[in-house]
């Protein structure tokens, strides 16, 4: 269960929306009715709103759905179950501050689950329908991923990889340099496994139950 203080801390750090504040004291604007009372000596009795823009983003989930991701003689236990509630409340927090998302699964073959036009409520049937997906093709997942970020607008490009293993560590750890000098954060999300030599931004989940608060803490970093 992810904390909803943090949940609402991440959304607030994303918000798109920048924020806005009034400034007193001014000639013309809206009438500042705390400065009446000084309206005999001061011709300042006006407040202006000023909106100050936020950074708008895109966020790619990357999400392993290979076989050993499955393992475990009850599916409410496994990784792929606590993976899988970890990515839709990202999706959920994510789209609610305003940014575009994306899902990108991986195994043996790479799918886009959901581009940046899709819904996200639509992604929740398609997540729970996961099946086993073979081996672990992360470097293609990757470049998959950021080639679709260098396609977006936006100003601040995330991509976020949960895995519980390594495919081509060496050709993932370039992608993620090469995203990075193409303005693309990699955060990668080991799920029992130690992912520090591949990116710069990442960290390790001993304890599946912590996978959605790991993540969350993780993506502050990223805004």
């Given at each position: 269960?992810i904390?909803?203080?943090?949940?609402?801390?991440?959304?607030?750090?994303?918000?798109?929306?920048?924020?806005?504040?009034?400034?007193?004291?001014?000639?013309?604007?809206?009438l500042?009715?705390?400065?009446?009372?000084?309206?005999?000596?001061?011709?300042?009795?006006?407040k202006?709103?000023?909106e100050?823009?936020?950074?708008?983003?895109?966020?790619?989930?990357?999400?392993?759905?290979?076989?050993?991701?499955?393992?475990?003689?009850?599916?409410?236990?496994?990784?792929?179950?606590h993976?899988?509630?970890?990515?839709?409340?990202?999706?959920?927090?994510?789209?609610?501050?305003?940014?575009?998302?994306?899902?990108?699964?991986?195994?043996?073959?790479?799918?886009?689950?959901?581009?940046?036009?899709?819904?996200?409520?639509?992604?929740?049937?398609?997540?729970?329908?996961?099946?086993?997906?073979?081996?672990?093709?992360?470097?293609?997942?990757?470049?998959?991923?950021?080639?679709?970020?260098?396609?977006?607008?936006?100003?601040?490009?995330?991509?976020?990889?949960?895995?519980?293993?390594?495919?081509?560590?060496?050709?993932?750890?370039e992608?993620?340099?090469?995203?990075?000098?193409?303005?693309?954060?990699?955060?990668g999300?080991?799920?029992?496994?130690?992912?520090?030599?591949?990116?710069?931004?990442?960290?390790?989940?001993?304890?599946?139950?912590?996978?959605?608060?790991?993540?969350?803490?993780?993506?502050k970093?990223?805004?």
């Open positions: 269960m904390p909803a203080k943090l949940r609402y801390s991440v959304r607030k750090l994303f918000e798109n929306s920048g924020y806005e504040e009034y400034q007193n004291n001014r000639k013309s604007g809206v500042n009715v705390r400065a009446l009372p000084t309206m005999a000596h001061n011709d300042r009795l006006f202006r709103r000023k100050h823009d936020g950074i708008d983003s895109a966020v790619t989930i990357v999400l392993d759905v290979s076989g050993s991701m499955f393992k475990n003689h009850s599916p409410l236990n496994s990784k792929m179950y993976a899988i509630l970890a990515t839709y409340a990202l999706l959920d927090t994510l789209s609610k501050a305003g940014v575009t998302t994306s899902v990108v699964t991986f195994g043996c073959e790479v799918s886009l689950l959901k581009d940046f036009n899709t819904p996200y409520q639509r992604v929740k049937p398609l997540l729970e329908r996961i099946t086993a997906g073979g081996g672990t093709q992360d470097y293609v997942a990757l470049s998959y991923a950021h080639s679709l970020l260098l396609n977006r607008q936006e100003e601040r490009k995330v991509c976020f990889l949960l895995t519980d293993g390594i495919g081509k560590a060496d050709a993932c750890k992608q993620a340099m090469s995203g990075e000098r193409l303005g693309i954060t990699t955060i999300i080991g799920i029992r496994s130690d992912l520090t030599h591949i990116y710069k931004n990442a960290v390790t989940i001993d304890k599946i139950e912590d996978m959605g608060t790991v993540a969350f803490d993780k993506l970093l990223a805004a």
